[in-house]
């Protein structure tokens, strides 16, 4: 048998055993997405957007770019595994005669540089992510696998270093296809072989050694934290295309399949198939973890530990509910949120969606989070104590503060201010006050200037007054679905039957629920925030505020600026009537109130968010911390007070006001 023979069946051995140890565990994974629920989304429209997504985030590497330096190491080793890609086969036919090549590609001299470069491209990739790994040890990589890590480097650094120095040795041999002037670097190492048989036997273990280590690593990729490398762009080409601060509605109609019911996520067999694809894509890079408002303040909470403890479940249980299937038993597993502190980091989470805009794989976390939530909630009645009489409230008077709904428009007593009954003319405006600014003290001062603002425009507005509802976030972000849809249906039935068709709404979670959440029943409308049409009126000139020399720093409400993208009205109010700076983190990168999610009516059980975000803001020297969402207003003017500061928090609609009524 010749020496060809003989290495083409070494080599198929070597695929065979590679390859199937990589199909069985590929199996296991299929299995287990095809065991997850519907994820209840439409995930297979919107096609060029998908696309797109998948251009940007994964071809181009978008949001690693986030952060330049590990953008750049991640960039060079990513796109470098693709370039690289076809000298896989390359080598493999060297394997069974090393004078033959893939026809055309293996011949070009632009194709032989492409890989010296891209090698060398992706072992300086490789020594930046020593350099972050070793010397700058950033704690966002607290928790992850960091020793599994190093080894898949080292076994990278393996398979560009014996490519680069099998090249090196077939120049020394003048087997290259190409003049080896296309090759500088292989060509530099040549000078390391002779000619001789030496030569020739190390040419032989060097394509062999680099052919065994890129089988054996893609045996060991799909039981690995690299499994990412295969399901990333799965996860991101699946991702949501609708609004970010929307959540899924659960249907709880009798005709549904008993398999597509849900009530979030109970044991293994209740996560859906794309949360598993989620807790599959992880790469543990800790991006989440280190924009996270409750890591950030010693809470058990990190989006990042929480995904891999999914994962750890999935691969856990999965297997066993796989096989009590398979016998027709029923899966009696524990719950997801009984393993690695899932429970309580479910309630730390204030849902800013912060973790999801950083993560470089689209992973949805507050999605897993709320389902965590509503399971727990609806099926195990487990909750924070503290949330009970919001939750009793909600139910049972329309609004979390537990005040009569005769009182919702007490705000506006004396101000003229419209109160639709039915059956009245449609305003062109409903203005839209929420729970918050119609029984909080504070927070009230917002809807008065609001409405103060609007009728010095001329807005024809008015106000549904006892009619109004608690719109259902709080109850829905606690995990309470039921209590939700039902507010949902009475408000839409409201708006509906009074032909509403354009709601100013001054909080944020309102705006992101009328918005976002009610067409899901039925409730269609322009919904725009008070920020966005204040700065319209003043752009118009229907407004002309008169600016003072206040220096103001602008807090973004999550729900505002990251979920929904409102960003530049609430500033151009800001520097209408002020000297506006910048805090460190603002814009779509903002770090939350710590209200979101229900947890302005939970205890925090570690340092307080509002305090954190209150001396970021006193650190710009401001005189002034503005906001636009009656809850910031609360925790913000908590967190001035606890921290002995004295700066002012007002929301811009109450700076407009002001600034209007100085003008005269
Ligand atoms: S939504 Fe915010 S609080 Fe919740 S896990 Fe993500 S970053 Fe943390
Ligand atoms: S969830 Fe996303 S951001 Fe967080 S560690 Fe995993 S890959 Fe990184």
Same mark, same amino acid.
């Given at each position: ?20 140890? *990589? ?32 251009? @940007? ?7 690693? *770019? ?20 076809? @000298? ?49 040890? +950033? ?26 120095? %099998? ?14 002037? %296309? ?7 040549? &000078? ?10 190390? /040419? ?15 045996? $060991?990729?799909? #039981? ?13 080409? *699946? ?11 659960? #249907? ?13 996520? !109970? ?27 409750? %890591? ?50 479910? %309630? ?8 999801? #805009? ?33 939750? #009793? ?52 001062? @917002? ?26 976030? +709080? ?6 679905? $039921? ?34 959440? $009610? ?25 002309? +505020? ?12 999550? $729900? ?8 530049? +009205? ?16 603002? &814009? ?5 109130? !710590? ?48 921290? !002995? ?15 209007? /009524?100085?003008?005269?």
């Amino acid at each position: 048998m010749s020496a060809g023979v003989l290495s083409a069946l070494a080599l198929l051995a070597a695929l065979a055993v590679s390859g199937g140890l *990589f199909a069985r565990r590929a199996l296991l994974l299929v299995r287990l997405v095809q065991m997850g629920k519907p994820s209840g989304i439409e995930r297979a429209d919107a096609v060029p957007d998908r696309l797109r997504q998948e251009a @940007t985030v994964v071809l181009g590497q978008r949001k690693l *770019f986030q952060k330049l330096v590990p953008g750049l190491m991640h960039a060079f080793i990513f796109w470098g595994f693709l370039a690289l890609f076809p @000298t896989i086969v390359i080598a493999m036919i060297g394997i069974v005669d090393r004078e033959a090549t893939i026809p055309w590609l293996g011949e070009q001299g632009w194709f032989a540089l492409l890989v010296d470069v891209f090698a060398v491209l992706v072992l300086i990739g490789i020594g930046i992510a020593l350099w972050i790994r070793k010397v700058v040890r +950033p704690s966002r990589f607290e928790g992850s696998h960091l020793g599994e890590a190093d080894l898949i480097l080292a076994w990278i650094t393996g398979i560009v270093v014996t490519l680069l120095l %099998w090249h090196a040795a077939r120049i020394a041999l003048s087997l290259n296809e190409y003049g080896a002037a %296309w090759s500088p670097v292989a060509n530099l190492l040549s &000078g390391l072989f002779g000619d001789g048989d030496v030569t020739e036997a190390l /040419e032989r273990v060097l394509v062999w050694a680099h052919v065994l280590l890129i089988l054996g690593f893609l045996a $060991y990729l799909p #039981r690995s934290k690299h499994l990412h490398i295969f399901t990333a762009a799965i996860n991101v080409y *699946f991702g949501r295309t609708r609004a970010r601060g929307r959540l899924e509605p659960l #249907r709880f109609d009798e005709d549904l399949p008993e398999e597509e019911m849900r009530f979030g996520i !109970g044991t293994v067999e209740d996560l859906t198939w794309k949360q598993m694809v989620d807790s599959m894509s992880c790469t543990e890079c800790g991006r989440c973890q280190e924009v996270c408002p409750a %890591w950030a303040t010693g809470k058990t909470l990190s989006p990042k530990l929480l995904i891999m403890g999914v994962r750890d479940h999935l691969f856990a249980e999965g297997p066993l509910a796989l096989a009590a299937r398979a016998s027709g038993e029923a899966y009696d597993g524990p719950l997801v949120a009984a393993s690695s502190d899932l429970e309580e980091m479910a %309630w730390d989470c204030v849902t800013c969606g912060a973790c999801v #805009r950083e993560c470089p794989v689209n992973i949805e976390h507050v999605d897993h989070i709320l389902d965590l939530r509503r399971h727990l909630v609806m099926v195990e009645s487990r909750f924070p104590g503290e949330a009970e009489p919001m939750l #009793r409230d909600v139910e049972r008077q329309s609004n979390p503060w537990g005040k009569p709904q005769s009182e919702r428009a007490a705000w506006a007593e004396g101000l003229g201010v419209r109160v639709l009954a039915p059956g009245d003319a449609v305003p062109e405006v409903l203005y839209w006050v929420g729970c918050a600014a119609s029984f909080d003290e504070r927070a009230r001062t @917002t809807a008065q200037s609001t409405a103060k603002l609007m009728q010095a425009a001329g807005v024809d507005f008015a106000i549904l007054g006892p009619r109004e509802a608690c719109n259902g976030d +709080p109850a829905r972000r606690m995990g309470n679905e $039921y209590v939700f849809q039902a507010y949902a249906e009475q408000n839409v039935a409201t708006l509906n039957e009074a032909g509403v068709r354009k709601i100013v709404a001054s909080c944020p979670h309102c705006f992101n629920t009328l918005a976002n959440e $009610y067409p899901d029943f039925g409730g269609a409308y322009e919904v725009v925030h008070h920020t966005e049409m204040l700065a319209e009126l003043v752009r118009e000139g229907r407004l002309s +505020p008169a600016a003072s020399e206040q220096t103001i720093t602008y807090h973004d409400s999550c $729900y505002l600026a990251r979920h929904n993208d409102v960003l530049a +009205p609430p500033r151009e109010l800001a520097a209408a009537v002020g000297k506006p700076i910048e805090m460190e983190r603002s &814009g779509k990168r903002t770090f939350c109130c !710590g209200a979101g999610g229900a947890h302005m009516w939970m205890e925090e059980n570690a340092r307080p968010i509002n305090e954190e975000r209150v001396r970021e803001a006193a650190a710009t020297g401001a005189e002034t911390l503005a906001v636009a969402c009656p809850f910031c207003t609360v925790m913000l003017d908590d967190g001035v007070q606890s921290t !002995g500061g004295s700066m002012r928090v007002a929301d811009v609609a109450t700076l407009l006001a002001e600034a209007i /009524e100085t003008d005269g």
